[in-house]
């Protein structure tokens, strides 16, 4: 049974940084891709970032040249640097793995974590 847990989520003021983690556990996704979403309250799941398996990388449009995703594949973790937050970064973040080599919408995704919670504050 495949498991996506996500860690380091919390609160920071605006301007600061976190660093997300995803740990993969039941299969690896070698040849697929994983990914992160948000979802922040009252709107609907937004595209994060994904990373292919061969390091090919693709970001939102409203996190580009601030978010980082990057796996280690010995781990099989993905993570999802932050820098620059803002309170409208604030959401759950949902880390989701697919066999398909890429994806940017929530139904090219199988699997999918519990999320974690990131709150900015002004």
């Known amino acids: 049974q495949v498991q996506l847990v996500e860690s380091g989520g919390g609160l920071v003021q605006a301007g600061g940084s976190l660093r997300l983690s995803c740990a993969a556990s039941?299969?690896?996704?070698?040849?697929?891709?994983m990914g992160w979403f948000r979802q922040a309250p009252g709107k609907e799941r937004e595209f994060v970032a994904y990373i292919s398996a061969r390091d090919m990388t693709y970001y939102g449009d409203s996190v580009k040249g601030r978010f980082t995703i990057s796996s280690d594949n010995a781990k099989n973790t993905v993570y999802l640097q932050m820098n620059s937050l803002n309170p409208e970064d604030t959401a759950v973040y949902y880390c989701a793995a697919t066999n398909r080599l890429y994806g940017s919408a929530e139904y090219e995704y199988d699997y999918w974590g519990q999320g974690t919670q990131v709150t900015i504050s002004s």
């Open positions: 039941g299969r690896t996704f070698s040849s697929g891709s």
